[in-house]
């Protein structure tokens, strides 16, 4: 059995992601542990699925503390100390759902996934009788709020006077961010920011496309900025005051940058992903930091890596990969409400203009080609040997999916969703069309 992808577990809740299903993961995940904490999205399948997790965990006799819809950086942060689970698709469709694993505030690896897998495969029978697990009913949010704004007011400047529009998507954001902008001096406007499973104001995933009404709203008003969120919050976009969206590598590249300069250690490193823009890299590499990059869905296990590999001096200060960032100093867990607010207080300080300024923005494309999940792995044995031969001048790098290094400094990736039935491109180049255009061709034919 073959349960996670690159975020957790997700798919659809008849086929997929169903109750039986997540009582299965809950008893097998509850052997790992004497204490869980169990959170949700909004979704309407959210408390069915959470209330079959919680039987599961409890049968296995682990103690289950239900802290209800919170963000997902909520529940990895009540995680602390103990495991905690996730009940969310993220920025899937509302017929979605998903269960995304934590320990000590950090995501299941791949070993735990996989002893996850094993024990869902052997499906081990109930604890005794008598050793049954309780449950508790507890509130984090305001801890979790308050944590945010205590960490993001040591960066930048006071949001006093700034005016920011946060579009919620219906999504958990809603109950985060605009308050955590409030708490630090902002005027915030906030959209879609009732909680709705439905997601009847836009689609969850924050696209340029989905965020048209935000987009408007802050191109027609006066903001400094317009920030937007998926469903549970993990993700983050940023929109500049002409309604734009700006560069999600932009974005990354910014905080890294500052991540870097405000670190007093000697070896400063950002963790990032293979289809990471080469912007971030200039960026790093001229405050004196360096660049790591690990395959996606794995920024805690690039993090830990570079621990192990470097000495007292070596600090990994970020990681991110594209809308996903990881605040090391705040906690092990990827969390848009943080970079949301960090983001803001350096708005504030330099203006949004200030901080693009020094940040080669280059023609950058993502492709997804539609592949169904069996398909996947036989395509990308096929596309490790077309592609390569498709760029006969570039250096080959399979570690993460196949991508090409130019001489000329361009760049092509292609790997598989891990999420989703497609197989993605990814190019940044002065003629990124037609690179795009001759990878998608070798990976048509190869499908």
């Known amino acids: 059995m073959d349960l996670f992808g690159t975020a957790g577990i997700r798919g659809d809740v008849r086929e997929r992601v ?6 299965a993961v809950g008893r097998a995940a509850g052997r790992d542990g004497d204490e869980f904490v169990v959170g949700r999205d909004g979704r309407e399948t959210g408390a069915a699925l959470a209330a079959a997790l919680e039987a599961g965990l409890t049968s296995a006799g682990a103690r289950v503390v239900r802290v209800g819809q919170v963000p997902t950086p909520a529940l990895a942060s009540a995680s602390r100390g103990r495991r905690g689970v996730m009940v969310t698709a993220s920025h899937n469709p509302p017929g979605d759902n998903g269960l995304k694993l934590f320990v000590d505030g ?22 005794e009788w008598d050793a049954w697990g309780d449950t508790e009913r507890v509130d984090v949010l305001a801890e979790y ?6 960490y993001a007011n040591s960066h930048g400047a006071s949001l006093d006077g700034l005016s920011v529009a946060v579009d919620c998507g219906t999504g958990m954001s809603a109950v985060a961010t605009p308050q955590v902008l409030r708490a630090m001096g902002a005027h915030v406007v906030a959209l879609n920011a009732q909680v709705d499973g439905h997601f009847p104001g836009r689609e969850s995933k924050p696209t340029p496309e989905s965020l048209g009404d935000l987009r408007a709203f802050v191109r027609e008003g006066e903001f400094d900025l317009g920030i937007a969120h998926d469903g549970d919050a993990d993700r983050v976009v940023v929109v500049d005051g002409d309604g734009e969206v700006v560069h999600e590598d932009t974005v990354v590249a ?17 963790v990032t992903t293979p289809n ?3 912007r971030i890299d200039e960026r790093v590499d001229a405050e004196g930091g360096r660049v790591e990059r690990v395959r996606l869905g794995a920024l805690h296990e690039g993090i830990a890596s570079v621990r192990a590999a470097g000495d007292d001096e070596t600090v990994v200060v970020f990681a991110a990969e594209p809308w996903k960032h990881i605040h090391p100093v705040h906690g092990p867990w990827i969390d848009g409400v943080a970079s949301a607010a960090v983001f803001a207080r350096l708005v504030a300080e330099r203006g949004l203009s200030g901080l693009r300024e020094p940040v080669a923005e280059r023609p950058y494309r993502k492709l997804s080609v539609p592949c169904p999940d069996d398909r996947k792995a036989e395509a990308m044995t096929a596309i490790e040997t077309a592609l390569p031969e498709a760029f006969p001048d570039g250096e080959v790098d399979t570690d993460h999916g196949v991508r090409i290094d130019r001489p000329d400094g361009s760049w092509v990736l292609v790997r598989p969703s891990g999420t989703e039935p497609y197989v993605r491109i990814y190019a940044e180049s002065d003629e990124v069309d037609a690179l795009v255009d001759r990878a998608r061709a070798v990976v048509e034919r190869e499908l």
């Open 276 to 278: 990471a823009s080469g």
């Open 18 to 23: 169903t109750p039986e299903l997540a009582l």
């Open 254 to 270: 910014v905080l890294a940058a500052h991540f870097v300069a405000a670190s007093d250690a000697a070896d400063p490193v950002v």
């Open 145 to 150: 709020r308050s944590a945010v704004v205590e």
């Open 106 to 127: 950090e995501e299941y690896d791949r070993d735990a996934e996989r002893r996850i897998d094993e024990r869902v495969v052997d499906d081990a029978p109930p604890a």
